[in-house]
């Protein structure tokens, strides 16, 4: 309902950030003026091209400037700071690999201080200027709730997420039907809720009392709009629908659907399409090309038989593709489309051993996010008889195979990779999947992406 005005904000901060940034720049220029020599003028200007990428990119990625963070002081200040020390870190690591050491080390002292001084005024005058809107009268947003309900005990939380300016002045019931303490004033008596509304400013009247339950709200309804207040009823749809629904339309008609999902949408499908061949291409051309030869080399003197081990896996809405990835364990294995690995598991090869640990023995498998049969990031793909087998322990798992499998996704930067060995895991798996497919976006996919890498790094305890 505020989401314009949320993006207004959002805009706001983003910017507000970059003119302290480079308003920093610019008078440290003024004032090491002396040092800023014409045959170094280009590392300079280099430094404060990447300052700025190294703080928009993170902050984009980790949402630093997202809705339900900005809306929050604690949580807005907390992430800028993760930030604000990602940013630090990586300009060092960029002064540090350039070796840009014309570079005034008192100036970039200066820079990464005062950027943080800056950092802390803007959020503190971000605190004023959300406290002004709090008090707006011209922004502010007085509602009423008609009902005490469970769907009416609901909406303050909604509005609470919504945005900043709205605040639920009291719930309006008959005295008989309110039976527990709440958060916030109840007024009794249906009949006078016109004339409380005027005396208290009100700017819009939620009703969880349809009209079929109860015949005045069809008058409250016509005589609010007569005194400019907007009224809005909130049907309860669990009377028929026991689970939450995404509600779309089509011209004016309501769609219902169990879920939202933003990758039914053909340009973004487009979009991630685009992602998987870039990358996928970037990697087949300077790193299968060369990692192949020496990874097949040493999989052929440990263990006669093929380079790759080709496995029948389940992939989108039920299809089948051969998943790709270097051989890592030994040729002719009765067991490999039945057994999935396991810790110390015998029919490992040295060599695979290590790959596995490294998730070098997945690289293959970005021939098939070329082909697209996968996808850099999506539901890992199961064997077939896994498929079978989960499909009856967890009621939801086949919507998981409503995207194309990843070489990497949520679930797996959550934890949850390796071995099963308990139902547990595997609905926290199918939950981590179904949260992906119904929050899909470009920058998640990025995020994961970074996030795979860093684990990478780290060293996984579940890789085997």
């Not at 090491?32 to 014409?38: A, E, G, Q």
């Not at 870190?89 to 008192?106: G, Q």
Request: hydrophobic letters at 45%.
């Amino acid at each position: 309902m505020n989401r314009q005005f949320e993006r207004y904000l959002q805009i706001t901060l983003v910017l507000l950030d970059l003119l302290v940034l480079n308003s920093i720049f610019f008078i440290c220029q003024i004032i090491f003026k002396t040092h800023l020599l014409t045959n170094i003028a280009n590392a300079y200007f280099n430094f404060w091209v990447v300052s700025n990428i190294f703080w928009i990119a993170p902050s984009f990625i980790l949402r630093t400037y997202a809705g339900k963070i900005i809306l929050s002081f604690e949580y807005f200040t907390r992430r800028t700071i993760q930030v604000y020390t990602l940013w630090m870190i990586l300009v060092l690591f960029y002064l540090f690999f350039s070796f840009e050491v014309n570079i005034s080390r008192l100036f970039i002292i200066s820079i990464i201080t005062s950027f943080g001084f800056g950092l802390l005024i803007n959020r503190f005058l971000y605190l004023g200027i959300r406290n002004y809107y709090k008090k707006s009268d011209h922004i502010f947003k007085k509602v009423l709730i008609l009902g005490y309900n469970d769907t009416a005990k609901k909406l303050p939380k909604y509005f609470e997420e919504d945005g900043i300016n709205t605040q639920l002045i009291a719930y309006v019931e008959e005295e008989g039907n309110v039976h527990e303490l709440t958060h916030y004033p109840v007024h009794t008596g249906l009949d006078n809720t016109l004339q409380f509304a005027k005396d208290m400013n009100i700017n819009e009247i939620f009703s969880t009392i349809t009209p079929e339950q109860n015949k005045s709200i069809y008058e409250l309804m016509f005589q609010s709009e007569k005194e400019c207040i907007r009224f809005k009823i909130v049907p309860n749809l669990s009377v028929f629908i026991t689970r939450d629904v995404h509600i779309e339309y089509f011209g004016d008609l309501p769609i219902l659907s169990l879920r939202s999902e933003p990758l039914d949408d053909v340009g973004n499908r487009i979009k991630k399409r685009a992602l998987d061949i870039v990358v996928s291409t970037f990697v087949i051309v300077f790193v299968l090309s060369w990692l192949i030869p020496v990874l097949g080399l040493l999989i052929i003197l440990e263990s006669r038989g093929p380079i790759f081990f080709g496995q029948l896996r389940t992939g989108k809405n039920k299809s089948t593709f051969k998943c790709l990835k270097f051989r890592s364990m030994k040729a002719n294995n009765k067991d490999a489309d039945l057994k999935q690995a396991t810790r110390n598991d015998s029919r490992v090869t040295a060599i695979g051993r290590f790959i596995r640990k490294t998730s070098l023995d997945e690289f293959p498998q970005f021939i098939n996010v070329f082909k697209g049969e996968m996808s850099l990031v999506g539901p890992r793909p199961h064997m077939l008889k896994h498929t079978t087998d989960y499909s009856k322990v967890v009621d939801d798992y086949m919507i998981r195979q409503f995207l194309k499998p990843g070489i990497t996704g949520w679930a797996q930067i959550n934890g949850y990779r390796g071995e099963i060995t308990n139902p547990e895991q595997i609905k926290m798996r199918v939950n981590k999947d179904i949260w992906y497919l119904e929050n899909w976006s470009l920058w998640l996919d990025v995020k994961i992406l970074f996030l795979t890498v860093y684990h990478v790094l780290k060293g996984n305890k579940n890789a085997f």
